[in-house]
């Protein structure tokens, strides 16, 4: 399984961004995937997730209300549409899959374990 994460760049603040992270992977539409970031000198911390079927769709809360994660399983394609971005949104954004099925809630999806594989990040910088 491999993922490709796509779609930051330079933006001012109220902006919006969308990221995309392609996933390869026979079974993607059972997969749960989540986004994650990683600003400069801070640990990574969760931004999104979203289970298989996109029946569940979880956030970090900073970003509810401005972020929305969707999928779109026939392009294997899951999507964060960042809205009204701020300086603090800057960081390295990476997308994960969980692979193996199973239980995915607002329990697990922010933890970096529940997911097995990872892709390359893409830069978001918000100018103020």
């Known amino acids: 399984v491999q993922l490709q994460a796509s779609g930051g760049g330079l933006v001012q603040t109220g902006d919006s961004l969308r990221l995309s992270c392609v996933v390869s992977g026979r079974a993607f539409s059972v997969y749960h995937v989540g986004w994650f970031r990683q600003a400069p000198g801070k640990e990574r911390e969760f931004v999104s997730g979203i289970s298989e079927g996109g029946r569940g769709t979880y956030y970090a809360d900073a970003v509810k209300g401005r972020f929305s994660i969707s999928r779109d399983d026939a392009k294997k394609t899951v999507t964060l549409q960042m809205n009204n971005v701020k300086p603090d949104d800057t960081a390295v954004y990476s997308c994960?899959?969980?692979?193996?099925?199973?239980?995915?809630?607002?329990?697990?999806?922010?933890?970096?374990?529940?997911?097995?594989?990872w892709g390359q990040g893409t830069l978001v910088t918000v100018s103020s």
């Open positions: 994960a899959a969980d692979v193996d099925g199973g239980y995915y809630g607002d329990k697990n999806a922010p933890n970096v374990r529940t997911y097995e594989y």
